[in-house]
């Protein structure tokens, strides 16, 4: 990894492109005018905000974790993929909190600091897609999940005891659904603001699922 990471990815300046939340434990969220973090906890008037893990599945199985997942953000070129796959997907219908665009978010290592306005979070890890993405949109769930060898396939995703994607043809997978993040200095985001990236000390640590 290096400094080139911070670059924009087609040329574009990296910008917010839509903001979500959602009161209750849907798959979904609201796109809504802007949203407000709020310090350690997340998403104001979001099911997910809170200084422990709020995502039901891992609050069933260990209810005291530190929530990591406070912030869901996703690169909006991930529904362009899944529109030209023939699958209908609008800002906020994966779940996430912060739609961006022109921005690497996959490729960024962990701790790496997103800077939105007054706000800033940091990134603690991906998103571990799960077969309720297939229950929105039979077969989402193999645009948002790609052999990490890039070899094309129709075998379906295998899942893990806890439903998360572990892998494809018994080899390792690239998790497309975007990143996690907590939130260390709070404000209003809304679309259209400017994201600066902020990478961490080296040496960097690649994103695994939190």
């Known amino acids: 990894m ?13 910008v917010v492109e839509a903001v979500c939340r959602a009161q209750m434990h849907t798959f979904s969220k609201t796109v809504v005018e802007a ?3 709020i310090e350690g906890m997340g998403v ?3 099911a997910h905000a809170g200084t422990l ?13 530190v929530n990591l997942r406070q912030v869901h953000l996703i690169h909006a070129e991930l529904l362009d993929e899944a529109r030209a796959a023939g699958h209908e997907v609008a800002p906020g219908d994966l779940g996430e909190n912060v739609l961006t665009r ?11 600091r ?8 940091r990134i603690t890890g991906l998103r571990n897609p799960c077969r309720q993405i297939d229950d929105f949109s039979p077969g989402l769930l193999k645009v948002v999940v790609a052999r990490e060898d890039g070899v094309r396939t129709g075998s ?8 998360g994607s572990e892998s494809i ?42």
């Not at 290096?2 to 990296?14: K, V």
């Not at 893990?53 to 974790?65: D, F, I, L």
């Not at 379906?156 to 439903?163: F, K, P, Q, R």
């Open 2 to 14: 290096s400094s080139a990471l911070t670059e924009p990815i087609s040329g574009e300046l990296p």
């Open 35 to 37: 949203i407000t973090l």
């Open 44 to 46: 104001a008037g979001d």
């Open 53 to 65: 893990v709020q995502h039901r599945s891992r609050k069933k199985r260990a209810p005291n974790q």
């Open 102 to 112: 022109g921005l690497d978010l996959l490729g960024l290592p962990t701790d790496t």
């Open 114 to 121: 997103l800077v939105i306005g007054e706000t800033s979070v």
């Open 156 to 163: 379906d995703v295998t899942l893990g005891a806890t439903g």
């Open 169 to 210: 043809d018994g080899v390792g997978i690239v998790r497309k659904s975007g990143v996690m993040a907590v939130v260390e200095q709070g404000g209003r985001i809304e679309a259209g603001m400017a994201i600066r990236v902020v990478l961490p000390r080296e040496p960097f640590r690649s994103l695994e699922p939190v």
